[in-house]
């Protein structure tokens, strides 16, 4: 008989990894969590598009592609483009933006960039009361596919924990080429 300190090697300890699907589609390809629904924009192409990651509580991460020659155009370089994604959210926003984190990261091979933004969003109506908002986002420029992406999601502090898993997840199993 096995006592109580002992650990069993029939029970899982710790965090169970959720199960795992993948989407392939168009040369490019991610792993999600089996208990999420993809939702396609209805106008998605292979030149551009997005599809969005749903759990069954609402948080939803997306991933965009579009024509990388078209963006460059813009905007430049990878930092460029993650800045001008930023200066758009802030702008659409009626609340305030503050940064919290930005940083270099290696997807698939490519430099990319990591954003993490807190967003104060006002009171609506006269009873209602104020609610804050995280954004995260990942920018990857692909030469080899001629291809920008852009993995991003917002969350709640409820459902930060939960959106940032999915969010790291489909980052980690990117394949862009």
Not at 52 to 74: H, N, R, T
Not at 96 to 118: F, P, T, W
Request: proline share 6%; with cysteine.
């Amino acid at each position: 008989m096995a006592s109580v300190s002992e650990e069993s090697p029939d029970m899982p300890v710790g965090d169970v990894p959720e199960e795992q699907d993948s989407l392939r589609i168009y040369g490019f390809s991610f792993d999600y969590p089996k208990s999420r629904k993809l939702e396609f924009n209805p106008k998605f192409k292979r030149t551009d598009g997005d599809v969005a990651v749903k759990s069954p509580d609402k948080a939803v991460v997306f991933v965009s592609w579009g024509e990388l020659e078209k963006v460059i155009k813009k905007v430049p370089t990878i930092d460029d483009h993650a800045k001008f994604s930023l200066e758009r959210v802030k702008k659409s926003v009626q609340g305030k933006m503050g940064n919290l984190d930005q940083k270099k990261i290696e997807v698939n091979g490519h430099e990319a960039v990591l954003s993490r933004v807190k967003i104060q969003v006002p009171r609506r109506g006269l009873f209602g009361r104020p609610s804050e908002q995280d954004v995260t986002s990942v920018h990857v420029h692909c030469d080899k596919t001629g291809r920008y992406y852009v993995i991003y999601a917002t969350s709640t502090p409820q459902t930060a924990s939960e959106q940032n898993r999915t969010l790291d997840g489909i980052v980690a199993s990117f394949q862009c080429h």
